[in-house]
């Protein structure tokens, strides 16, 4: 296969008037046109017959863990990982590396750790916590696209959960355009529902974060956002239960996103064995009741996007059997397209759709305008995947640096066939092209 492409082409091109036969030219590494299928491809041409050519994927919430503890992922595998699964772009995580990116020092170490090293382009969000106001306050001059704060324990103690009053004082200092993402469940909420020390059944787990705590954190920050308004995005929603407050706060005009993740798409509480800490995460996966409601509201554009939430570890820490003592969190990356895909298609939705959640809404949220869409001036990012095409999952077989995943053994539907990053083929057919070509990027 050509390396670098001109042009490509299908009958299944995702465009802004939806999914049709058209030609994709490229020139410079963005597209220069997108034009009807018979028109001449140039020489330099890839036709991909019936295969679905989207915009390349986004994935905004990626913990690649590197600097400190490249033991749990880093910038190689996790790129890779990405190129495997038609991610072309991802925004990593202020925590889990070490230092994490509260201050100019820690985006430094980021860049320094990643560079020439990531196979996709990879920008960063800088992280709000306790005290780093002033800190933060320069980080957008820096670069970062964005802020992530939690409310709660994120697990790592560089990482400390900020107050809402202190978050408050803080967005007075930060460029008002700005995203500012939240780990939304109260601290008073999951103290009050607070477990045993160890378990090993799933729904002892799933009692110690109840719907609840999603809800009043929701509320709370939707309070703040009224009296001092910014651009809050919600991630990982795992219950339907907040949902209007949070229409309720569009309908008034504030400016809210939300995101849900693939694993509250797909799995299940009752089907979750007890003692299969691979299933762990926070907030949790809930029953199906809210798994189809999550689906509704995907579907309605209640919720804008879906994000892997890419947070692995090393086997040991998820701790089997003791769901309260495991390592909370899903490594998800390369599967994030057939996942969602896979139940998308079952309720019927066509693959534009998944192109809004995957590509283009998490591109506007992280403000990388040139990226997201197949149109004149964006970049050449492009997936080219197969929704016919069955996959068993093999942990093993995954490009993360772990092999541990609760889809290990689950039939999905999607398979990518071809990742195309600024016109350049980085992966085909399992095989990866040339040298790491990501690009850092700056808001």
């Known amino acids: 296969m050509l390396e670098t492409l001109r042009a490509v082409r299908s009958r299944r091109v995702v465009t802004a008037q939806g999914l049709l036969p058209a030609l994709v030219r490229i020139a410079g590494g963005r597209i220069e046109a997108v034009e009807p299928w018979g028109a001449?491809?140039?020489?330099?041409?890839?036709?991909?017959?019936?295969?679905?050519?989207?915009?390349?994927?986004?994935?905004?919430?990626?913990?690649?863990?590197?600097?400190?503890?490249?033991?749990?992922?880093?910038?190689?595998t996790a790129t890779r990982a990405a190129a495997a699964g038609g991610v072309t772009t991802l925004v990593d995580m202020p925590l889990n590396s070490i230092p994490a990116t509260t201050d100019l020092a820690g985006l430094a170490a980021k860049r320094a750790a990643a560079e020439g090293r990531c196979r996709v382009d990879v920008g960063f969000w800088g992280g709000l916590v306790p005290?780093?106001?002033?800190?933060?306050?320069?980080?957008?001059?820096?670069?970062?696209?964005?802020?992530?704060?939690?409310?709660?324990?994120?697990?790592?103690p560089e990482f400390p959960a900020i107050g809402l009053d202190e978050l408050g004082r803080t967005l007075r200092r930060l460029p008002?355009?700005?995203?500012?993402?939240?780990h939304a469940e109260d601290p008073e909420v999951l103290a009050a529902a607070a477990g045993p020390d160890t378990a090993t059944a799933y729904a002892t787990y799933l009692a110690t974060r109840p719907p609840a705590a999603e809800v009043e954190a929701i509320r709370g920050l939707l309070a703040l956002c009224r009296e001092r308004p910014f651009r809050l995005h919600v991630v990982h929603l795992a219950t339907?239960?907040?949902?209007?407050?949070?229409?309720?706060?569009?309908?008034?005009?504030?400016?809210?996103?939300?995101?849900?993740?693939?694993?509250?798409?797909?799995?299940?509480?009752?089907?979750?064995?007890?003692?299969?800490?691979?299933?762990?995460?926070?907030?949790?996966?809930?029953?199906?009741a809210e798994r189809e409601s999550l689906w509704t509201a995907l579907l309605d554009g209640s919720i804008d996007l879906v994000a892997s939430d890419h947070s692995p570890c090393p086997p040991l820490m998820k701790r089997p059997p003791d769901f309260l003592g495991a390592w909370g969190g899903i490594a998800s990356l390369q599967l994030l397209l057939p996942a969602v895909w896979t139940e998308a298609r079952r309720r019927g939705a066509l693959p534009d759709r998944l192109a809004r959640w995957l590509s283009l809404a998490p591109a506007a949220l992280a403000g990388l305008r040139a990226k997201g869409r197949l149109a004149p001036g964006a970049d050449a990012d492009l997936v080219i995947w197969d929704p016919e095409a069955a996959l068993v999952v093999d942990a093993a077989a995954l490009e993360h640096?772990?092999?541990?995943?609760?889809?290990?053994?689950?039939?999905?539907?999607?398979?990518?066939?071809?990742?195309?990053?600024?016109?350049?083929v980085i992966y085909a057919r399992g095989d990866f092209s040339g040298e790491p070509r990501g690009t850092l990027l700056s808001r």
């Open 401 to 424: 640096r772990h092999p541990v995943s609760p889809y290990h053994g689950r039939t999905l539907r999607g398979l990518v066939d071809t990742t195309i990053l600024r016109g350049r």
């Open 131 to 156: 005290g780093n106001g002033s800190a933060a306050a320069a980080l957008p001059a820096a670069g970062v696209l964005g802020f992530k704060a939690f409310l709660v324990d994120s697990g790592v």
């Open 40 to 76: 001449l491809p140039p020489t330099g041409s890839l036709d991909a017959g019936d295969l679905v050519v989207a915009p390349g994927l986004v994935d905004t919430h990626v913990h690649v863990d590197e600097p400190g503890r490249t033991e749990w992922e880093g910038f190689e």
């Open 240 to 288: 339907a239960a907040a949902l209007p407050l949070l229409r309720a706060a569009r309908r008034d005009g504030l400016s809210v996103s939300v995101e849900t993740c693939p694993h509250y798409l797909t799995f299940t509480a009752e089907e979750i064995p007890d003692g299969a800490t691979d299933y762990k995460c926070a907030p949790p996966i809930r029953e199906r």
């Open 176 to 182: 008002p355009e700005l995203p500012v993402l939240v």
